[in-house]
């Protein structure tokens, strides 16, 4: 095995890009919490209100935007790994988790829409959130996500219990406990520790 040499002035450097390299997980996760948290609350808000209030029956077009989602999430990877210089276990984690997470829910939406079974969707869906928040809190080593998913989880038992509207308003309330919040506090994080 051969062992490089480095020079005080070039182990500062490796060093300088290790931490700039983490700092731009954190905040490469932060965007991408924030981006689908905010993407799913205004849709099942908006949902409940077309719904409920409007009684329309083209309520379900607004998830919809889960393609604009899909696009963004896409060319903002294509434009980060593109500057990528350095890869780290903790980013190449949460890019396989986040792709893995997407088919999954792409594939369970095709499954809820084939079977008709949308009542049943959202417990799923809060129980993966959960189950998400709390590998994402592992792998990032960070409590306010694993602390999400326990919240999770009880929104998910809650939403068995109730009717489709109301599971809407939860769909609203699971995203904002496990993206919404954990986004904001990892972007907080980023700033505090690396500034």
């Known amino acids: 095995m051969d062992e490089e040499n480095f020079s005080p002035e070039e182990s500062i450097r490796v060093i300088q890009s290790m931490i700039d390299k983490t700092k731009e997980d954190f905040a490469e996760n932060a965007f991408f919490y924030l981006l689908w948290g905010w993407l799913i609350f205004i849709a099942s808000l908006t949902q409940y209100i077309l719904l409920v209030v409007f009684h329309s029956p083209y309520h379900y077009l607004v998830w919809n935007l889960m393609w604009v989602g899909t696009i963004i999430s896409i060319v903002y990877g294509i434009k980060y790994s593109r500057r990528e210089r350095f890869k780290t ?23 809820f829409t084939y079977k008709e079974a949308w009542f049943a969707a959202f417990p799923v869906y809060f129980v993966l959130y959960a189950f998400g928040a709390f590998i994402g ?11 999400a998913a326990g919240v999770c989880w009880l929104i998910a038992i809650v939403s068995a219990f109730v009717n489709y509207d109301t599971q809407l308003l939860l769909m609203a309330l ?22």
């Open 89 to 111: 276990y903790m980013g190449d984690a949460m890019k396989l988790f986040g792709i893995g997470t997407g088919i999954s829910f792409t594939i369970l939406s095709l499954i």
């Open 137 to 147: 809190g592992a792998i990032l080593r960070f409590r306010p996500l694993s602390l």
């Open 174 to 195: 699971a995203v904002l406990s496990t993206y919404i919040i954990p986004g904001y506090l990892l972007r907080a994080k980023n700033k505090k520790q690396f500034t």
